[in-house]
């Protein structure tokens, strides 16, 4: 009616063409009816916030069940152009099948997975759990129970594991305190020449774990005990700590991870859990310590020891900076029982292991301590240069050849096998 109005009679409305009464209704409603203009600018409102949101969040794909039933063929010889037999999504028969009442998608085979008629992903779990907390779990290859994996050392010890973790819910809290909590874990990691030429590999675990530690944790680690370690949970990747120009080789042109660019702050000492990762160029500090590169799936880590392991934790600057605020620890007021050498070395293994430092390593450490400050009284200029790598400011001393001397130790000790390695 009011469009009627506006036209002086409905005919003349009705003679005009479509596209004018389309132009002549957007004017209206734009321009005239005041509804419809406080609605379009509520609208335009909801859409910029929404266009905000999406320019900074991260765009990630999803996936779904067709709506149509999944099929493939059955290749012979495995050549693609060679289509045999047509088959359905299932689990195969030799695995128990899948039960009549269970979807045959992705949702049947995680009901399937976790079923009580299927001990697989059980044993396989706690398998894993294992692993991380022995170095090697019941079943060597992780990767493989199947008949060309290794047999299990404790079979039954397995089965009994692998149930009692089914029945009480899947608790992983649960489970972890009752192994780290036996006393077969809790042995001491000292080798008896007798069983040692039985059982080299521990694999029968007569004695305690000892293995050098991931990567991930010796990091993680070193932070701890420099107390600078940033426990904030959750929140996006950061960036430490790489070599300059460590993606340029293998990024794409227009790609957003061409470039590396270091974060600053405490981003620079957050958990390992929060590096960002990529893929094709993984840190170099990382894959030293047998990180795998995640172009893969790995479900078991290979450990080696080499030089470059030592010479990461001797001269790569995450490090360096985690071995000066260990000495800062032991300079600070309080932060040694006496302010001696001998007492600031005392304080900085406590903190590295939780106990005194024993007599044989003082005396080695007291020593490099005093050759240290021969080297450096030599070259004050380079002990100040020392001390100052890393982003963080390190604190005003008196002295810097005793305190460039003090973060040498700090990195020896830093580089002990007891350190690196789990007893």
């Known amino acids: 009616e009011k469009l009627a109005d506006l036209a002086g009679e409905t005919e003349e409305l009705a003679e005009l063409e479509e596209k004018e009464r389309n132009q002549f209704k957007a004017f209206y409603f734009d321009l005239v009816d005041p509804v419809h203009v406080e609605a379009k600018l509520a609208q335009a409102d909801i859409e910029l916030a929404r266009d905000l949101i999406y320019e900074r969040s991260t765009v990630s794909l999803i996936m779904k069940e067709k709506e149509q039933e999944a099929v493939a063929h059955i290749l012979h010889r495995g050549e693609y152009d060679q289509k045999g037999e047509e088959v359905a999504a299932d689990v195969p028969e030799i695995l128990g099948g899948l039960p009549d009442d269970m979807p045959a998608n992705r949702l049947g085979l995680a009901r399937w997975s976790v079923d009580d008629a299927n001990p697989l992903t059980a044993r396989v779990t706690v398998n894993r759990f294992g692993q991380n907390l022995f170095g090697t779990g019941l079943v060597a290859t992780a990767e493989d129970f199947g008949i060309m994996g290794e047999n299990p050392t404790h079979p039954e010890l397995l089965d009994w594991l692998a149930v009692d973790f089914r029945e009480n819910g899947w608790d992983v ?251």
């Open 173 to 423: 809290k649960r489970l972890i305190k009752q192994i780290v909590m036996t006393e077969t874990y809790r042995q001491d990691a000292v080798v008896d020449p007798g069983e040692f030429a039985i059982d080299p590999d521990n694999r029968f675990l007569a004695r305690g774990p000892r293995y050098r530690l991931d990567g991930e944790v010796i990091r993680d680690k070193a932070l701890f005990v420099s107390g600078a370690l940033n426990e904030k949970i959750g929140g996006p990747p950061v960036k430490p700590y790489q070599p300059s120009g460590i993606w340029n080789a293998v990024a794409y042109s227009g790609s957003n991870t061409r470039f590396y660019f270091e974060d600053e702050g405490d981003a620079l000492y957050r958990r390992s859990l929060y590096t960002f990762w990529k893929r094709t160029a993984p840190p170099p500090s990382m894959t030293i310590f047998d990180a795998p590169s995640r172009e893969t799936c790995s479900v078991r880590r290979e450990r080696t020891n080499t030089p470059l392991q030592a010479l990461t934790l001797m001269n790569d600057p995450q490090f360096v900076e985690a071995a000066r605020l260990l000495a800062e620890r032991a300079l600070a007021p309080g932060g040694a029982i006496e302010q001696t050498p001998r007492g600031r070395i005392d304080s900085m293994y406590r903190h590295a292991f939780g106990r005194a430092v024993p007599d044989d390593h003082e005396e080695v450490l007291h020593e490099s301590y005093l050759r240290f400050t021969e080297k450096f009284a030599e070259d004050p200029a380079g002990a100040e240069a020392f001390v100052r790598t890393g982003a963080s400011e390190p604190m005003p001393v008196e002295d810097p050849v005793a305190f460039a001397s003090l973060t040498m130790v700090a990195s020896q000790i830093m580089n002990l096998d007891s350190f690196i390695s789990k007893y």
